[in-house]
């Protein structure tokens, strides 16, 4: 009776290993996880008075951004302020005033656990010189405070889509006066744990 308990024990001992937690040593794969890289892209409506007035002067642009992309292994919350000193505004719509920019990219690889929450709480700048120049001033809506004369909506969702870098998911943030975009594009980056 032992003999044959013994080789009983002896038929388990493959299946054991094959079924151990993590198995990493025996040969399975590692966990999928994720980083995020977060660019940007500023451009013009098609009846946007920059546009109809402001073809081929220069200016300049700074926004601000909150950022919160949290898990376990990676934390980050904060302000992100890019500024673009050197733009030219186009000589026709669909041409960007600010063209795509990496604004900011993990370096840790961490679990799949939703998209960063990103939103443009400022846009501001000049554009153009003299008596035709333009300056931007849009903040968002805040409880309490009178709407501000061009404000600025965040959190438009837009298609995902995919490019040279990837797949991305967008959204946008637009003026209501000055009718500028701000494009930003999150793309999900797979990685091992």
């Known amino acids: 009776m032992r ?9 388990f001992v493959p299946l054991a290993f094959g079924l151990a937690p993590g198995g990493t040593a025996l040969g399975a794969a ?16 098609s009846d946007a008075p920059i546009l109809s007035r402001l073809k081929g002067a220069g200016g300049e642009l700074s926004f601000t951004i909150r950022l919160s992309a949290n898990s376990k292994e990676s934390k980050f919350f904060g ?4 500024s673009f000193p050197n ?13 795509q920019t990496k604004l900011w990219e993990e370096d840790v690889c961490h679990q799949r656990r939703g998209l960063p929450k990103v939103t443009v709480t400022q846009l501001s700048g000049r554009l153009g010189e003299g008596e035709s120049r333009i300056e931007i001033s849009a903040i968002n809506r805040h409880i309490g405070v ?3 004369p061009d404000e600025l909506t965040p959190g438009i969702k ?3 889509g995919s490019d040279s870098f990837g797949l991305f998911y967008a959204f946008r943030a637009q003026t209501r006066n000055s009718r500028l975009n701000v494009d930003l594009k999150i793309y999900p980056i ?4």
């Not at 797979?190 to 744990?193: H, V, Y």
């Open 3 to 11: 003999f044959r308990a013994f080789w009983c024990l002896l038929a």
């Open 30 to 45: 590692a966990e999928l996880g994720v980083r995020h890289r977060i660019d940007v892209m500023v451009s013009a409506e």
């Open 79 to 82: 302000m992100l302020r890019p």
């Open 87 to 99: 733009i030219v505004v186009p000589d026709r719509p669909g041409k960007p005033l600010v063209q």
């Open 146 to 148: 009178l709407v501000p």
């Open 158 to 160: 837009l298609d995902q």
């Open 190 to 193: 797979d990685c091992f744990l």
